[in-house]
C-alpha cells in the first residue's frame, strides 16, 4: 500500500491540502507531518498517521520519511538561504528514504534565470535540486495567490483608502486562489500517472491589476483606485507603514501579512510579463474550473490570507 506524506499540515495551505486529501485518498495511506507534536494532536485523533518533521536536518526528515513512496513538499515560509537549505534537506531525506516521487509547490517561470523575483531564487534552485536528484517528480508552479491581494483590499477598505499603491504596471496575472492551489497539490498526490512533469496552476483569466480592482468593487459597492507606483517608490510606501522587508522582520505591528521585498519583485515580475503564462493545467489535474476573482469577491471572508503561520 503506497503511503503519502504530507508536510506542513499544522500551516494555512498545508492545512487545506490535508483537507482535500483525505477526499481523494484512504487515510490509512496518510502521513501527516508538522514541526511540533500538538499540531498534530487533532489528525491523530481521526486516525491518520502523524510524524514529527525537522526541516533542519536531513537525517531526521529521512526517518519521518521512512516506509512513504510520495512526498508532498510546500516550500517553506521563509525566503532567501534558510529555505534553499531546508529545501535541500528535504530533497536529500527523499533520497536517503527511498521515495518515488516529490511533488513541490512552486511559482510560475521559476525555471527562468530572468524571473526578478526574489522568490523565484529559492524555487529555481529547489526545482534544480528535484530535477537533479533521481527522484521522479511533480512540480506545481502556482500563480500569485489571489487571497494576498483580496486581503490588501479589504485592508484597505477597512483603512478608509481610497487606492492602492503597486508597481504591476499593466502586467498580467492569471490569479489562482490558494483554496485551489491547495486541491492541485491534493491532486497531485493522489494521481498515478503524471511523472517528471512541470505543471502551470494557473486561475481561470489574466488581469491586470487595474481588472483586478474593477471586478472587486464592482463585487463589493466599493470604489477603490490603482495608483501606479515604481519599485522605489512602494519599498518607501512599505517602510512607512510597517511592513517587514523580509522573513526576519516583525510582522507583530503590520497591516499585511507579507514581505515588502517579496511584494516588490512580484510586482516587478509581473510588470515586465513573467507571471502571463497563458498555458494553464489546473482543469486537466483537477477535473475543474479554478475559482474565479468574481466569485473570490462576492465570498471575501472565505478568501483572506489569515494568519502567518512561520515554519521553524
Same mark, same amino acid.
Given at each position: 500500500?503506497?503511503k503519502?506524506?504530507?508536510?506542513?499540515?499544522?500551516?494555512?495551505?498545508?492545512?487545506?491540502?490535508?483537507?482535500?486529501?483525505?477526499?481523494?485518498?484512504?487515510k490509512?495511506?496518510?502521513?501527516?507531518?508538522?514541526?511540533?507534536?500538538?499540531?498534530?494532536k487533532?489528525?491523530?485523533?481521526?486516525?491518520?498517521?502523524?510524524?514529527?518533521?525537522d526541516?533542519?536536518?536531513?537525517?531526521?526528515?529521512?526517518?519521518?520519511?521512512?516506509?512513504?513512496?510520495?512526498?508532498?513538499?510546500?516550500?517553506?515560509p521563509?525566503?532567501?538561504?534558510?529555505r534553499?537549505?531546508?529545501?535541500?534537506?528535504?530533497?536529500?531525506a527523499?533520497?536517503?528514504?527511498?521515495?518515488?516521487q516529490?511533488v513541490?509547490t512552486?511559482?510560475?517561470?521559476?525555471?527562468?534565470?530572468?524571473?526578478?523575483?526574489?522568490?523565484?531564487?529559492?524555487?529555481?534552485?529547489?526545482e534544480?535540486?528535484?530535477?537533479?536528484?533521481?527522484?521522479?517528480?511533480?512540480?506545481?508552479?502556482?500563480?500569485?495567490?489571489?487571497?494576498?491581494?483580496?486581503?490588501?483590499?479589504?485592508?484597505?477598505?477597512?483603512?478608509?483608502?481610497?487606492?492602492?499603491?503597486?508597481?504591476?504596471?499593466?502586467g498580467?496575472?492569471?490569479?489562482?486562489?490558494?483554496?485551489?492551489?491547495?486541491?492541485?497539490a491534493?491532486?497531485?498526490?493522489?494521481?498515478?500517472?503524471?511523472?517528471?512533469?512541470?505543471?502551470?496552476?494557473? @486561475?481561470?483569466?489574466?488581469?491586470?491589476y /487595474?481588472? *483586478?480592482? =474593477?471586478?472587486?468593487? !464592482? $463585487? #463589493?459597492?466599493?470604489?477603490?483606485?490603482?495608483?501606479?507606483?515604481?519599485d522605489?517608490?512602494?519599498?518607501e510606501?512599505?517602510?512607512?507603514? @510597517?511592513?517587514?522587508?523580509?522573513?526576519? /522582520?516583525? *510582522?507583530? =505591528?503590520?497591516?499585511? !501579512? $507579507? #514581505?515588502?521585498?517579496?511584494?516588490?519583485?512580484?510586482?516587478t515580475?509581473?510588470?515586465?510579463?513573467y507571471l502571463?503564462?497563458?498555458?494553464?493545467?489546473?482543469?486537466?489535474?483537477?477535473?475543474?474550473?479554478?475559482?474565479?476573482?468574481?466569485?473570490?469577491?462576492?465570498?471575501?471572508?472565505?478568501?483572506?490570507?489569515?494568519?502567518?503561520h512561520?515554519?521553524?
Amino acid at each position: 500500500m503506497e503511503k503519502i506524506v504530507v508536510n506542513g499540515v499544522d500551516g494555512n495551505f498545508g492545512g487545506m491540502v490535508a483537507q482535500y486529501v483525505q477526499k481523494l485518498v484512504p487515510k490509512e495511506q496518510l502521513i501527516f507531518t508538522a514541526p511540533k507534536e500538538e499540531k498534530l494532536k487533532q489528525f491523530e485523533q481521526d486516525g491518520i498517521e502523524c510524524r514529527v518533521a525537522d526541516f533542519n536536518s536531513a537525517e531526521k526528515l529521512a526517518a519521518a520519511f521512512k516506509g512513504a513512496q510520495k512526498v508532498l513538499l510546500i516550500s517553506m515560509p521563509f525566503v532567501g538561504e534558510k529555505r534553499r537549505q531546508a529545501h535541500k534537506n528535504a530533497v536529500t531525506a527523499c533520497v536517503n528514504a527511498g521515495i518515488s516521487q516529490i511533488v513541490y509547490t512552486s511559482v510560475l517561470s521559476a525555471g527562468n534565470p530572468l524571473n526578478p523575483s526574489v522568490e523565484n531564487v529559492d524555487h529555481g534552485y529547489t526545482e534544480a535540486l528535484i530535477q537533479n536528484s533521481g527522484l521522479d517528480y511533480i512540480l506545481l508552479r502556482n500563480s500569485l495567490f489571489a487571497e494576498a491581494f483580496t486581503s490588501d483590499y479589504k485592508r484597505a477598505v477597512e483603512a478608509g483608502e481610497k487606492t492602492i499603491e503597486k508597481n504591476m504596471g499593466n502586467g498580467r496575472v492569471w490569479f489562482i486562489s490558494r483554496k485551489d492551489a491547495a486541491f492541485a497539490a491534493a491532486c497531485a498526490l493522489a494521481n498515478h500517472l503524471l511523472h517528471r512533469e512541470a505543471l502551470n496552476i494557473n @486561475g481561470r483569466e489574466p488581469l491586470s491589476y /487595474g481588472e *483586478f480592482l =474593477k471586478i472587486g468593487n !464592482k $463585487a #463589493t459597492n466599493h470604489n477603490i483606485s490603482y495608483t501606479r507606483k515604481t519599485d522605489a517608490e512602494l519599498y518607501e510606501y512599505f517602510d512607512s507603514i @510597517g511592513v517587514p522587508r523580509d522573513t526576519d /522582520g516583525d *510582522f507583530s =505591528k503590520s497591516p499585511i !501579512k $507579507a #514581505t515588502s521585498e517579496g511584494m516588490v519583485t512580484f510586482g516587478t515580475t509581473v510588470r515586465q510579463g513573467y507571471l502571463d503564462v497563458p498555458v494553464s493545467d489546473f482543469s486537466s489535474l483537477c477535473g475543474r474550473l479554478p475559482i474565479s476573482v468574481e466569485e473570490m469577491f462576492e465570498d471575501l471572508n472565505n478568501y483572506l490570507l489569515g494568519e502567518r503561520h512561520p515554519t521553524e
